[in-house]
């Protein structure tokens, strides 16, 4: 019974190519995440969305597009594929309301450009 | 100044060492704190959220200094298994609910 569950786990695909990452939370939260962690390991907050609603959207390309059909699903479409945009994808997940809520992430989605 | 630092390491460690980490935070209205740990090609995993008071889980003890803006994690009795990186995890802004991430300290326990 995975809490977080991203698709695919891996992804390789050509520069130039839109693709999409699918993630699903079971946990009945309220807010989902995505975080890229680039080759430096360092773990980055793209977008997040309260009950589908968009509250962060840090500075990351137009070419990122998430969508939250409910709460429970967060995809995020990439479209023309760049070579640095080669990473590790993260899906996360948290209760709403209060700053003390831990996030439980999916098992991620490795993206890699060729 | 990055907004979380932490020492890269690596910390080799025998077992049954006790090992520390520290973690600065630049945001001094941060509201809380978290250690996660990550293993190779995983993902992020709660070790345990950071009090202010300090907390402890077994062998695990987190300390959070306000005054100085840092957190620390020590391990007791450093077992095989907690070979991983540990991330140094703030929530800066309440509002937007985002958590900012350190790069981590990597932790090598050898036999």
């Known amino acids: 019974d995975t809490a977080v569950s991203q698709t695919p786990k891996y992804l390789v695909t050509q520069m130039g190519n839109d693709k999409s990452i699918k993630c699903e939370q079971n946990l009945g939260h309220d807010t989902m995440y995505w975080y890229k962690q680039d080759s430096k390991k360092f773990l980055k907050i793209m977008f997040s969305?309260?009950?589908?609603?968009?509250?962060i959207n840090e500075t990351v390309p137009n070419r990122f597009s998430p969508k939250s059909p409910d709460k429970a699903h967060l995809n995020l479409h990439i479209n023309s594929l760049e070579l640095g945009d080669s990473a590790v994808y993260f899906c996360?997940?948290?209760?709403?309301?209060?700053?003390?809520?831990?996030?439980?992430f999916g098992d991620g989605t490795r993206l890699s450009i060729l | 100044r990055k907004e979380v630092e932490q020492d890269p390491g690596p910390f080799n460690v025998p077992e049954g060492a006790t090992v520390a980490f520290n973690c600065t935070y630049s945001n001094s209205a941060s509201q809380s704190f978290f250690w996660y740990r990550q293993d190779c090609r995983k993902e992020p995993k709660l070790l345990m959220s950071?009090?202010?008071s300090g907390n402890e889980d077994g062998r695990f003890t987190a300390q959070l200094n306000r005054a100085s803006q840092y957190i620390s994690l020590l391990i007791r009795d450093s077992k095989l298994s907690d070979s991983a990186t540990y991330l140094c995890?703030?929530?800066?802004?309440?509002?937007?609910?985002?958590?900012?991430f350190g790069s981590g300290t990597r932790l090598q326990v050898q036999p």
């Open positions: 950071v009090y202010s």
């Open positions: 996360a997940s948290s209760q709403a309301g209060g700053a003390n809520q831990p996030q439980h």
């Open positions: 995890v703030v929530n800066m802004d309440t509002g937007r609910r985002a958590l900012t």
């Open positions: 969305y309260n009950n589908k609603e968009l509250i």
